[in-house]
């Protein structure tokens, strides 16, 4: 059995910041300015308070963690970072294979000849990952239960103490796999469903037979999981009632996920108007019991229902993760049309145009973006405004806060 890494903390230095991440609840935390100071006083001297109390009590420090955090604020006075980015990725997107055997309506991979990711660069980039500090990969496809080496991958990505995650629809999981899955450190697994019953879900995704299949298994397993929900015009309706049914499958999270432009599909019959997403807001404050959780292309969701935001908010593509599809092509985000061929992680976050249009959206962006106060907390979905409009650094028009106030 690989070693797992629930309880694992670890503390990575970033230029005058510390990142703490919390394997076993898949939490990061972004420490800087005066409570940097604070944490090295605690690191240093043992000096405790409120704050310090508050991170122990979510489990991102304990009191022997004292000398690995003081180690780590003293090396982040001399990194760098990009601006508006990490050193280094916090996570990678790494999509498997682009081959899957059902046939989802909304599926944005278009009508390309779908292939799998050659696994002699896999390793590498699992071993560039351990050297950058990166804390988790995320696995997805296409469908990436039919990945032929998944559990070798997974076995090396814990093997080097990184925790790692799986989007599936389900298919082909079995109690057999899963115990295969979890044997090899798997840390959590992500399925995707678009609806309380099938009727509903088939609107947008394929296979819902697979997923229920693969709630009621996850269900008695042990290890963490959640579902992915895409919020369409077709399911905002049915999201009250699908929250009740998650909670009885006790799933750890719903991950709701912005509409983004598909090549079957057209756009504007299926996003949000603004009736829906403040119902969509409404159904988000009221809910009990479950943890819900707006994807970072919904960032401008999160600013409108928290009225406010910080440097780990918003759109993280470039900034804080990166992907890489089953064609070895790096990506900023799995859903923007930029990509880039390297062996080398570093070099892509370090001097990637790509990226560096993510990191300068503040910089460019039109209105309504260009002059709000939440800017910085969000960034819009980069993908969407190019999918709709062909302009990247356009303003979203179909932010909440601008269409709900």
């Given at each position: 059995m690989a070693q797992r890494i629930e309880h694992m903390r670890k503390f990575r230095p970033e230029e005058n910041a510390l990142l703490i991440w919390n394997a076993a609840q898949a939490r990061t935390a972004y420490i800087s300015g005066e409570e940097l100071n604070v944490l090295e006083r605690w690191a240093n001297n043992g000096v405790d308070n409120?704050?310090?109390?508050?991170?122990?009590?979510?489990?991102?420090?304990?009191?022997?963690?004292?000398?690995?955090?003081?180690?780590?604020?003293?090396?982040?006075?001399?990194?760098?970072?990009?601006?508006?980015?990490?050193?280094?990725?916090?996570?990678?997107?790494?999509?498997?294979?682009?081959?899957?055997?059902?046939?989802?309506?909304?599926?944005?991979?278009?009508?390309t000849e779908p292939k799998s990711l050659d696994l002699s660069f896999l390793l590498s980039v699992i071993r560039q990952a351990e050297d950058m500090q990166v804390f988790q990969i995320a696995l997805g496809g296409g469908e990436p239960l039919i990945c032929p080496n998944l559990h070798l991958v997974i076995e090396e990505i814990t093997r080097r103490g990184m925790a790692s995650s799986i989007t599936t629809s389900g298919y082909g999981l079995d109690k057999y796999v899963l115990d295969e899955l979890i044997w090899q450190g798997l840390n959590h697994i992500q399925i995707s469903l678009n609806g309380?019953?099938?009727?509903?879900?088939?609107?947008?995704?394929?296979?819902?037979?697979?997923?229920?299949?693969?709630?009621d298994l996850l269900k008695g397993s042990g290890i963490s999981f959640g579902v992915n929900w895409v919020a369409r015009r077709d399911n905002i309706d049915d999201f009250a009632k699908f929250v009740d049914a998650m909670k009885e499958y006790n799933v750890d999270?719903?991950?709701?996920l912005r509409y983004k432009p598909s090549a079957t599909e057209i756009y504007e019959e299926n996003c949000l108007p603004a009736d829906k997403m403040a119902l969509l807001a409404r159904v988000i404050k009221k809910s009990r019991g479950v943890k819900l959780k707006t994807d970072s292309a919904f960032a401008n969701m999160l600013c409108h229902l928290n009225q406010r935001t910080s440097f780990m908010s918003g759109c993280g593509a470039g900034r804080r993760f990166l992907a890489i599809d089953a064609e070895g092509f790096f990506r900023p985000c799995s859903h923007v049309p930029m990509k880039e061929k390297s062996d080398s992680i570093s070099q892509v976050w370090y001097q990637s145009e790509h990226l560096h249009m993510f990191r300068s959206i503040s910089e460019k962006v039109g209105k309504p973006c260009a002059h709000c106060d939440y800017l910085h907390g969000c960034y819009g979905c980069r993908a969407v405004m190019q999918g709709i409009g062909g302009d990247f650094f356009d303003g979203d028009k179909e932010c909440p806060m601008y269409l709900c106030e």
């Amino acid at each position: 059995m690989a070693q797992r890494i629930e309880h694992m903390r670890k503390f990575r230095p970033e230029e005058n910041a510390l990142l703490i991440w919390n394997a076993a609840q898949a939490r990061t935390a972004y420490i800087s300015g005066e409570e940097l100071n604070v944490l090295e006083r605690w690191a240093n001297n043992g000096v405790d308070n409120g704050f310090i109390a508050r991170l122990k009590k979510l489990g991102l420090i304990a009191d022997e963690d004292r000398c690995g955090v003081a180690t780590a604020i003293a090396l982040s006075k001399d990194k760098k970072a990009p601006p508006y980015s990490f050193c280094a990725p916090e996570s990678l997107h790494i999509e498997l294979t682009g081959h899957c055997p059902l046939n989802c309506p909304q599926c944005y991979k278009g009508q390309t000849e779908p292939k799998s990711l050659d696994l002699s660069f896999l390793l590498s980039v699992i071993r560039q990952a351990e050297d950058m500090q990166v804390f988790q990969i995320a696995l997805g496809g296409g469908e990436p239960l039919i990945c032929p080496n998944l559990h070798l991958v997974i076995e090396e990505i814990t093997r080097r103490g990184m925790a790692s995650s799986i989007t599936t629809s389900g298919y082909g999981l079995d109690k057999y796999v899963l115990d295969e899955l979890i044997w090899q450190g798997l840390n959590h697994i992500q399925i995707s469903l678009n609806g309380s019953c099938e009727k509903i879900n088939s609107k947008s995704r394929d296979g819902y037979e697979y997923a229920i299949r693969a709630l009621d298994l996850l269900k008695g397993s042990g290890i963490s999981f959640g579902v992915n929900w895409v919020a369409r015009r077709d399911n905002i309706d049915d999201f009250a009632k699908f929250v009740d049914a998650m909670k009885e499958y006790n799933v750890d999270n719903i991950n709701i996920l912005r509409y983004k432009p598909s090549a079957t599909e057209i756009y504007e019959e299926n996003c949000l108007p603004a009736d829906k997403m403040a119902l969509l807001a409404r159904v988000i404050k009221k809910s009990r019991g479950v943890k819900l959780k707006t994807d970072s292309a919904f960032a401008n969701m999160l600013c409108h229902l928290n009225q406010r935001t910080s440097f780990m908010s918003g759109c993280g593509a470039g900034r804080r993760f990166l992907a890489i599809d089953a064609e070895g092509f790096f990506r900023p985000c799995s859903h923007v049309p930029m990509k880039e061929k390297s062996d080398s992680i570093s070099q892509v976050w370090y001097q990637s145009e790509h990226l560096h249009m993510f990191r300068s959206i503040s910089e460019k962006v039109g209105k309504p973006c260009a002059h709000c106060d939440y800017l910085h907390g969000c960034y819009g979905c980069r993908a969407v405004m190019q999918g709709i409009g062909g302009d990247f650094f356009d303003g979203d028009k179909e932010c909440p806060m601008y269409l709900c106030e």
